[in-house]
């Protein structure tokens, strides 16, 4: 006999099914865009943080510090400093890697940067870390100063008639002097006679030994480095006035002439061929700092001065001519100054990055 009973309902169980199969994929396509919004979140705080690290790492690499006798001041192996910039904060630790014997020589750092994003929105916790590193030279601002002027070229033997001054003595202010240099160097057999100049400084004040080209070489001046795009000067021309202690680097052939009064200048100069400097203007010239010259220097003014050092013939370190200097001027006075050549190099002390030594996994490598 057939059931009077009603049949039991399926709709409700089916929908609640259907419910919880359109929850799930709503939620796994909410997940889904959260994730996707994590993942480009944190792709822009790598970048962010990458610009912060590398933002360190260059302020430390171009800070540096002087004392009082305008020495710049080596860091210590192992100096640490935190650095504010924007985004955040970065620690940056710099380790000596080669300390060379020769106390000119550039010592070599491992500087490494650790950048800190920070978003004061969500504490002071950083939402993202990275470190990065770079190898480079520390160099200080001094050279090797032979003489008050080093003619690595060689001088005229016979005609300095004029007067002047060759002093090897430091005139840098008290506290500040290193010890004392020849008046004089030049190549055995070079030094120009008569010399009716007053010389003082270490003995004997002309100093001449060896050939050009070893000459050229004591002063440790890398001459092909220096022509070779290895100094990137302020200018490519001559500055007068500018007491900023400026770099110029002039190629080929340069002339100075006198204008009115006395025609001054400062810093590092640098001629690759010869310098020529000529006047009649009492007291013509006057220079201080430091004056490098690839070939020869014609002493042609009336009046030229010069406190710092000079150095001329490099050109001789590469096994090319360079004629012999001359002074055919009334007047020349060249006084030895440590300090004026520290500010004369003051724009070259510091680091220097090595290329292609640059690490961005350090805490990995």
């Known amino acids: 006999m057939p059931s009077l009973r009603e049949p039991h ?14 929850t799930l994929m709503l939620s796994v396509v909410f997940i889904r865009v959260q994730t996707d919004r994590r993942i480009a979140e944190s792709s822009g705080d790598r970048a962010r943080v990458f610009t912060v690290a590398q933002s360190g790492l260059q ?70 870390v990275r470190t990065v590193a770079q190898f480079a030279h520390w160099q200080r601002n001094s050279m090797e100063v032979l003489a008050a002027f080093t003619a ?5 033997t016979s005609g300095w008639t004029s007067t002047g001054e060759l002093k090897g003595v430091d005139q840098a202010p008290s506290g500040c002097r290193e010890p004392d240099v020849y008046a004089l160097r030049v190549p055995n057999n070079w030094a120009p006679s008569p010399l009716t100049y007053t010389l003082s400084g270490k003995s004997p004040y002309v100093y001449e030994a060896n050939k050009k080209g070893h000459v050229a070489d004591q002063t440790k001046i890398d001459w092909l480095k220096v022509v070779g795009g290895g100094i990137v000067p302020d200018y490519t021309s001559v500055r007068f006035w500018d007491a900023s202690y400026p770099v110029m680097l002039l190629e080929g052939n340069v002339y100075i002439g006198c204008g009115p009064g006395t025609t001054t200048g400062y810093g590092l100069l640098i001629v690759t061929g010869d310098l020529i400097i000529s006047g009649t203007d009492s007291w013509c010239f006057q220079w201080n700092g430091v004056i490098l010259v690839g070939g020869e220097i014609e002493w042609d003014a009336n009046d030229m001065r010069v406190d710092g050092a000079v150095v001329s013939g490099m050109k001789k370190q590469l096994g090319e001519w360079a004629d012999e200097g001359d002074v055919d001027g009334n007047y020349l006075d060249i006084d030895y100054d440590s300090r004026y050549v520290r500010l004369a190099l ?20």
């Open 59 to 128: 302020t430390y690499l171009g800070t540096v510090s002087f004392d009082g006798c305008d020495r710049a001041i080596r860091p210590l192996d192992g100096d640490s400093v935190r650095i504010n910039v924007q985004g955040g904060h970065v620690d940056v630790v710099a380790h000596v890697v080669q300390r060379p014997a020769d106390t000119l020589t550039p010592w070599m750092y491992i500087v490494r940067s650790t950048g800190h994003l920070i978003n004061p929105t969500q504490g002071q916790d950083p939402q993202a």
């Open 152 to 156: 690595a070229n060689g001088l005229e």
């Open 346 to 365: 003051k724009s070259l002390a510091g680091f220097a990055p090595v290329g292609n030594a640059w690490v961005d996994n350090w805490a990995t490598y």
């Open 9 to 22: 309902g399926f709709a409700l169980p089916v929908t609640l099914f259907a419910v919880a199969i359109v």
